[in-house]
């Protein structure tokens, strides 16, 4: 009786062992929804825009999202992006929209920390005119799936 009870033991052991990791490893998906709002945006490379709500945890209220490069005299952008969060963690992206459009993408591939393995494809929507020709951009909704 006690052998069938440290072989079961033994068996349950062996079963959280293999099982963490994987548990660990499995990849983290589902639909990201942020919302911004960029008044601290000024069109010139390094302003940025706030996220002001966000269903990731990963990416909380706060984070900044800054372009890397200026938008051109028409107001569009094709620039890469990057959102600081916490500590040492930073999400890489790039974000392409027309000047008079309402609607873009923004694309991530990787970063530091918790966002070395992320990856997204989101519809950026900026509603009132997108990026307007003096640079600004209205508040604007981020959608679309990502993983880790």
């Known amino acids: ?10 068996l349950v052991v062996l079963g959280l062992i293999l099982a963490v ?3 660990a490893s499995a990849p983290r998906s589902g639909i990201l929804h942020l919302t911004k709002e960029c008044s601290q945006y000024t069109g010139e490379a390094g302003s940025f825009c706030t996220i002001t709500s ?5 990416i909380p209220v706060g984070t900044k999202d800054v372009a890397v490069d200026a938008a051109a005299a ?3 952008l094709d620039t890469d992006l990057v ?14 929209i027309c000047g008079p459009c309402e ?14 393995k992320f990856h997204a494809n989101l519809v950026l929507y ?6 307007a ?3 600004r951009v209205d508040d604007c909704s981020l959608d679309g799936p990502y993983s880790y």
């Open 21 to 23: 990791p994987a548990l």
């Open 74 to 76: 028409d107001g569009s």
């Open 126 to 131: 900026c509603p009132i005119g997108g990026i």
């Open 54 to 58: 966000s269903n990731l945890k990963a």
């Open 133 to 135: 020709n003096d640079g």
């Open 103 to 116: 609607v873009g993408t923004v694309t991530f591939d990787g970063g530091t920390g918790e966002f070395k």
């Open 83 to 96: 959102f600081h969060t916490r500590g040492a963690n930073a999400a890489f992206g790039h974000l392409v």
């Open 1 to 10: 009786m006690l052998r069938i009870r440290y072989a079961s033991l033994a």
